[in-house]
T-cell receptor
Framework: DVKVTQSSRYLVKRTGEKVFLECVQD?????MFWYRQDPGLGLRLIYF???????EKGDIPEGYSVSREKKERFSLILESASTNQTSMYLC?????????????FGPGTRLTVL | DQQVKQNSPSLSVQEGRISILNCDYT??????FLWYKKYPAEGPTFLIS?????DKNEDGRFTVFLNKSAKHLSLHIVPSQPGDSAVYFC?????????FGKGTHLIIQP
C-alpha cells in the first residue's frame, strides 16, 4: 500500500514567515509533486521532481521553492508567506514518468497565512 | 487555456441511481486519463483510469468511458451510494504530468 505523509494537517503562519511543508513517501517512487487546491480552481501544479536533487517548475511556481535531498522526501518552501498562499497543499508521488503512472496523494496540509 | 474541463461544478443524484460525471479535453496528445475522488480535508484518492487505446474500463460500480473523437470521457457510478458524495477530479496525462479539471461535487441524496 502506497503511503504519502505530510508533516502537518493544519498550519497557521503570519505574513512574511518562512514556511516548510514536508512530504514523505514510502514506496521508493522516483517522482514527487506539490499541488495546491483552491475552490473553483482545481489542483494546480507548483513544482515536481523526478529524481533526487532534480526539480522542475509546474504551472504556478512563483513564491515557492522546493528541496529534494533524499528520494523519499520532498519539501515545499514558502520563502516569505503571503495571504494569497492560504490554500490546501497536496503532495503526490508516482513510480515512473508521470505520463502513465498513477499519482498517489498525501492527506494535504491546510495552510492559513494571516 | 483550460485543457481539461469539467463543466458541471456540482451534480445531485438520488441514492441507487446512476451518477454520470463528464470531462472534456482539448489536447489530442493526452494518452492516459484518470479519475480521482476527494473528500473534504483529505487528499485525492485514485479511483479508475483508462488508456487512450481503450474506450471503456470497469471496476466494480465504476466505469469510465472514453470517446477520443469527441475528446470526452465520463465516469459512471452505478448504483450511487451515500459514500460516493465527494468532489471528483478528472485528470489527463501526456509525458510531463497530470492536468486536472476543476472538479465536480457529487451529492448523493437519500
Amino acid at each position: 500500500d502506497v503511503k504519502v505523509t505530510q508533516s502537518s494537517r493544519y498550519l497557521v503562519k503570519r505574513t512574511g514567515e518562512k514556511v516548510f511543508l514536508e512530504c514523505v513517501q514510502d514506496m521508493d517512487h522516483e517522482n514527487m509533486f506539490w499541488y495546491r487546491q483552491d475552490p473553483g480552481l482545481g489542483l494546480r501544479l507548483i513544482y515536481f521532481s523526478y529524481d533526487v536533487k532534480m526539480k522542475e517548475k509546474g504551472d504556478i511556481p512563483e513564491g515557492y521553492s522546493v528541496s529534494r535531498e533524499k528520494k523519499e522526501r520532498f519539501s515545499l518552501i514558502l520563502e516569505s508567506a503571503s495571504t494569497n498562499q492560504t490554500s490546501m497543499y497536496l503532495c503526490a508521488s508516482s513510480l515512473q514518468g508521470a505520463g502513465t503512472d498513477t499519482q498517489y496523494f498525501g492527506p494535504g496540509t491546510r495552510l492559513t497565512v494571516l | 487555456d483550460q485543457q481539461v474541463k469539467q463543466n458541471s461544478p456540482s451534480l445531485s443524484v438520488q441514492e441507487g441511481r446512476i451518477s454520470i460525471l463528464n470531462c472534456d479535453y482539448t489536447n489530442s496528445m493526452f494518452d492516459y486519463f484518470l479519475w480521482y475522488k476527494k473528500y473534504p480535508a483529505e487528499g485525492p484518492t485514485f479511483l479508475i483510469s483508462i488508456s487512450s487505446i481503450k474506450d471503456k474500463n470497469e471496476d466494480g460500480r465504476f466505469t469510465v468511458f472514453l470517446n477520443k473523437s469527441a475528446k470526452h470521457l465520463s465516469l459512471h457510478i452505478v448504483p450511487s451510494q451515500p459514500g460516493d458524495s465527494a468532489v471528483y477530479f478528472c485528470a489527463a496525462s501526456f509525458a510531463d504530468g497530470l492536468t486536472f479539471g476543476k472538479g465536480t461535487h457529487l451529492i448523493i441524496q437519500p
